[in-house]
Structure formats: structure tokens, C-alpha cells
């Protein structure tokens, strides 16, 4: 069993950052790959963005490319994603999720591919 916890929601104003932390127990961490996702209120869980253990690469989606930055600290055992220039419609329950990889260069956009997720932590952007 993999436990992922998060740290570093809150609230922010708009065109402000934060960064929001991610750490995994176990050991194989470095074999896994990531994912980030929110969800606002109302409205169905987004994927944000996903790093494979391999480079590693990072994919994001429209809605944060060029914003938002996903990496890993594979000593740490934990991922990060760091968030600028944020807008009031980024307000969300940000939540983590991993799964081991065997393919290191694959990313993964569905809920049911991860295995593994954290806690979700409340991220308000204020305009």
C-alpha cells in the first residue's frame, strides 16, 4: 500500500503562486509515474498535468501549460507542482495521484490508471 500526502493548498490571489507538495511512502517511487487533478465545485475532476520517471517528461494540459510546472525529487520521494500566475478559475481541490510504471516514458490521464491517491487539499485563488 502507497500513502500520498499532500501539502501547500491555500488561499492566494490572483497572479499570485504556490506550490503544492506530494510525498509517497514506499520504496519504488522512482518507477512511478504521476499525475496532478482538481476539481471545482460543480464540475468533474481535470486532469492538470502528468510526469513520467523517465527524462522525466511532463505533459500539462491548455488550461495551465506555461503556468504550471510538475517535478520530482525521486530522493524525496515526492512530486511538486508549482503554480504561477494564477487565476480565480484555478480555485480547486487539488489532489495527487501515482502508479507504478514498468513503461518509464508513459503518462497517464484517466482515474482508473492510477492506483494510488492522496488526500486532496483546497486551493482558493481570490480575484
Known amino acids: 500500500q502507497v500513502h500520498l500526502v499532500e501539502t501547500g493548498g491555500g488561499l492566494v490571489q490572483a497572479g499570485g503562486s504556490l506550490r503544492r507538495s506530494c510525498t509517497a511512502s514506499g520504496r519504488a517511487f522512482r518507477r512511478y509515474a504521476l499525475g496532478w487533478v482538481r476539481q471545482a465545485p460543480g464540475k468533474e475532476r481535470v486532469f492538470v498535468g502528468a510526469?513520467?520517471?523517465?527524462?522525466?517528461?511532463?505533459y500539462y494540459d491548455d488550461s495551465v501549460r506555461g503556468r504550471f510546472t510538475i517535478s520530482r525529487d525521486n530522493p524525496k520521494n515526492t512530486v511538486y507542482l508549482q503554480m504561477n500566475s494564477l487565476k480565480p478559475e484555478d480555485t480547486a481541490v487539488y489532489y495527487c495521484a501515482s502508479r507504478l510504471s514498468l513503461d518509464g516514458g508513459a503518462y497517464y490521464f484517466s482515474e482508473s490508471e492510477y492506483n494510488y491517491w492522496g488526500q486532496g487539499t483546497q486551493v482558493t485563488v481570490s480575484s
Open positions: 510526469i513520467n520517471w523517465s527524462g522525466p517528461m511532463t
